[in-house]
């Protein structure tokens, strides 16, 4: 069994360390991370510059028998000698591999908008990215403005908004989210964060930056003490490319997530199978899943992961199955849904009675249940709309009766009776959690859910596990 080399210390790569682990990889096992800090849940940034989570509560739990090199910057891989060039602390380093995996990860795409760089290419001052702990100790004052149009520059906005004198989120579609969303769900997105102290401004873009304020394409001037970029990110593939390793949008790998090197493989946000590359940290652990099992000589084989979205945000429940395209495709129907009452809204996109796509706004229930459906292949409950309603469900054919004990961590299969142990245990706030069961360490989605109940728990003098909680739709 070689010495596993990993580059990188992110979510995908702390989830490949612990998978190795787990399927009883004996031999070495080092990861090469660039940052200060051990490994953080990065998609949970939103909620630590919101204050609801803190550096500790962002912490993944260390990997036994895993060495970590923190402060590690790689320059260099010499695949003749099979062996990685860094530097830490000034000093270089070499670090030999008998199988290496790239995960660098990606990089924050900053807009070529006059003001944002400094000549040397950095942000400017009052100018900060969304991508690590640093760039959230950068934000500071009271009026914030956000810039972008997808899920992290809305969970940004909703997130700063009532710490803020004034946030301002800037997007150049007619709604946050609109390429994902549509028209009607993106109006009352942005309805709901109007509400939460977000101003909107759709339609525009930025053209100017300077200190304390943002010039928008229509004229309007912000005042802007931090300007947040939250405008995309792009595959980090600059080691592999220095390497000669195959590269188009992100480092190209094969059903075993290998590179055009046999001793090196890629996965999460840098990686590119099949000609297209990774969005979000479920893909991203399932690569490391399959990964894992492919080093330690079991079958697995890599495809293309199920697509979910679902926003961690207060300010509105919203989710994303599928892409846009998935509605055309042939055989498909459609079921829609739409209560400006009571905001809620449903566009589900059916095929062999099983969903293939769904946009979902205000019916936590069923994001939860259509989006378990969806990763599982399973087919849909016979009360559709009852489920789209709110209604008690009736289950699937081939689901859990309605006394089961349910799932609250898709990603990690982690129930509520498992979640309850462990706070019997003496596991009392969400970080200890997530050290005894690993829930929220996926795509983050259940970390409310895992807050509310940790807050139900302690309140309730009754038997917990036996009292309904709305927070289980997540």
């Known amino acids: 069994m070689n010495d596993v080399l990993i580059i990188g210390n992110g979510p995908a790569a702390h989830r490949l360390a612990e998978r190795l682990r787990h399927h009883g990889h004996g031999a070495g096992l080092t990861l090469l991370g660039a940052e ?168 525009t873009a930025a053209v100017r930056h300077a200190p304390g304020r943002l010039e928008l394409s229509d004229g309007t001037v912000l005042s802007a003490d931090t300007l947040v970029l939250c405008t995309g990110v792009t595959p980090d593939t600059r080691l592999a490319r220095a390497a000669g390793l195959d590269v188009h949008d992100g480092i190209v790998v094969d059903d075993r997530l290998r590179t055009s090197d046999p001793y090196i493989h890629a996965l999460g946000d840098c990686a590119e199978f099949d000609g297209q590359t990774l969005t979000g940290i479920s893909g991203a652990h399932e690569q490391a899943d399959t990964l894992a099992r492919i080093l330690t000589g079991r079958p697995a084989g890599h495809r293309h992961a199920s697509r979910i979205l679902r926003l961690r945000t207060r300010a509105a429940d919203v989710s994303c199955i599928g892409t846009p395209a998935d509605f055309d495709r042939p055989g498909t129907r459609r079921i ?28 936590p229930q069923a994001i939860a249940t259509l ?11 016979g009360d559709l709309l009852g489920l789209l309603l709110d209604l008690p469900p009736r289950p699937a054919s081939d689901s859990a009766g309605p006394d089961a004990d349910p799932v609250i961590c898709l990603c990690n299969n982690v129930t509520r009776q498992h979640l309850h142990r462990a706070w019997q245990d003496g596991a009392r706030t969400t970080s200890a959690l997530a050290e005894g069961t690993r829930a929220t360490t996926g795509c983050g989605g259940c970390a409310r859910t895992v807050e509310e109940l940790c807050g139900l728990w302690a309140q309730d003098t009754r038997d917990p596990v036996e009292e309904t909680c709305p927070a289980l739709s997540s």
């Open 336 to 363: 829609t849904l739409t209560d400006h009452a009571r905001q809620r809204y449903a566009h589900v996109a059916v095929r062999d009675e099983r969903v293939a796509a769904a946009v979902l706004f205000g019916v």
């Open 36 to 203: 200060p800090e051990p490994a953080y849940h990065r998609t949970l940034l939103p909620q630590f510059i919101a204050g609801s989570l803190d550096r500790e509560s962002l912490r993944l739990p260390p990997v036994p028998g895993a060495r970590v090199h923190l402060g590690t910057v790689v320059t260099a891989i010499d695949r003749e000698r099979r062996r990685v060039r860094a530097y830490r602390d000034g000093i270089e380093t070499v670090h030999p591999y008998g199988t290496l995996v790239l995960a660098t990860g990606a990089q924050p795409v900053v807009p070529d908008v006059p003001g944002l760089r400094t000549p040397d290419g950095a942000p400017a001052p009052g100018v900060t990215t969304l991508r690590t702990t640093a760039d959230c100790d950068r934000i500071a004052g009271g009026s914030l403005v956000v810039l972008g149009g997808g899920p992290l520059a809305v969970e940004a906005a909703s997130a700063l908004a009532p710490g803020s004198t004034a946030t301002t989120l800037v997007c150049p579609g007619p709604h946050p989210l609109h390429d994902r969303v549509g028209d009607v769900c993106g109006a009352l997105l942005t309805a709901r964060l109007e509400a939460a102290g977000v101003t909107v401004r759709a339609g």
């Open 371 to 381: 989006g378990m459906l969806h990763r599982r292949g399973r087919p849909l409950p």
